[in-house]
T-cell receptor, first 112, second 112 residues
Framework: GQNIDQPTEMTATEGAIVQINCTYQ??????LFWYQQHAGEAPTFLSY????GLEEKGRFSSFLSRSKGYSYLLLKELQMKDSASYLC?????????????FGAGTRLAVHP | GAGVSQSPSNKVTEKGKDVELRCDPI?????LYWYRQSLGQGLEFLIY????????KSGLPSDRFSAERTGGSVSTLTIQRTQQEDSAVYLC??????????FGEGSRLTVL
C-alpha cells in the first residue's frame, strides 16, 4: 500500500527556523511535492523534489532522500503568515500514469 | 480562465438529494484530479482523469459517487442520495506533464 506520515501539529516562534518531516512508503515513486494550505483556502505549490538533495527557494527549502523514503520542508525566518497546513504529497506511477497522494498535513502555528 | 474554476463554491442540500459539482481546469491540462477534504483533515483522493478516461477510480467512497469528463476539459462529480458524511470540501486540481497540481478553490458541500 501507499503510506505518507507527517506530524499532525507543530508550533514555532516568529523569526525562527522550523523543519517539517515527511516519511513515505510507496511503490512507483516519481517525485515529492510540498503544498501550503491556509485555513479555508486551496493548497498552493511550494516545492518539488525528484532527485536526492536540497532544493532552495527563498525562505523555503525542501530535502529528499529516496533511499530513506524521507523528505523535509525547512522554513526560515518564520513570519506570522506562515501559519498554515503543510502537505507532503508523493507522485507515484501506477498502471502507466501518475497519481499524487497526499499526507494528512502538518498544522504549523507561528506565535510572536 | 487563468486558473482552475469550481462551482458551486457552496452547496447546502438535504439528505437524499443528488448534487453535481463542476470543475473547469486550466486550458491545456490533460490531467484532472478530484479530492475530498473534511474539516481539519488531509486530502482524500477520489478519482483521476487523463484526458476523458479515468484510469483510477479507486478513491470513490461508494457507488453513489461518479464522475465524468468531456472534451478533455470540464469534469463533473455527481453524488447521488447524499448522506451527512458526504459533507466536505471537494477540491479539483489539474496538471500538465510537469506534474505540479493547480487547485481550484473547492466546493463546500453541506448535507443537512
Amino acid at each position: 500500500g501507499q503510506n505518507i506520515d507527517q506530524p499532525t501539529e507543530m508550533t514555532a516562534t516568529e523569526g525562527a527556523i522550523v523543519q517539517i518531516n515527511c516519511t513515505y512508503q510507496t511503490s512507483g515513486f516519481n517525485g515529492l511535492f510540498w503544498y501550503q494550505q491556509h485555513a479555508g483556502e486551496a493548497p498552493t505549490f511550494l516545492s518539488y523534489n525528484v532527485l536526492d538533495g536540497l532544493e532552495e527557494k527563498g525562505r523555503f527549502s525542501s530535502f529528499l532522500s529516496r533511499s530513506k523514503g524521507y523528505s523535509y520542508l525547512l522554513l526560515k525566518e518564520l513570519q506570522m503568515k506562515d501559519s498554515a497546513s503543510y502537505l507532503c504529497a508523493v507522485r507515484v506511477i501506477s498502471g502507466g500514469y501518475n497519481k499524487l497522494i497526499f499526507g494528512a498535513g502538518t498544522r504549523l502555528a507561528v506565535h510572536p | 480562465g487563468a486558473g482552475v474554476s469550481q462551482s458551486p463554491s457552496n452547496k447546502v442540500t438535504e439528505k437524499g438529494k443528488d448534487v453535481e459539482l463542476r470543475c473547469d481546469p486550466i486550458s491545456g491540462h490533460t490531467a484532472l484530479y478530484w479530492y475530498r477534504q473534511s474539516l481539519g483533515q488531509g486530502l482524500e483522493f477520489l478519482i483521476y482523469f487523463q484526458g476523458n478516461s479515468a484510469p483510477d477510480k479507486s478513491g470513490l467512497p461508494s457507488d453513489r459517487f461518479s464522475a465524468e469528463r468531456t472534451g478533455g476539459s470540464v469534469s463533473t462529480l455527481t453524488i447521488q442520495r447524499t448522506q451527512q458524511e458526504d459533507s466536505a470540501v471537494y477540491l479539483c486540481a489539474s496538471s500538465s506533464d510537469t506534474g505540479e497540481l493547480f487547485f481550484g478553490e473547492g466546493s463546500r458541500l453541506t448535507v443537512l
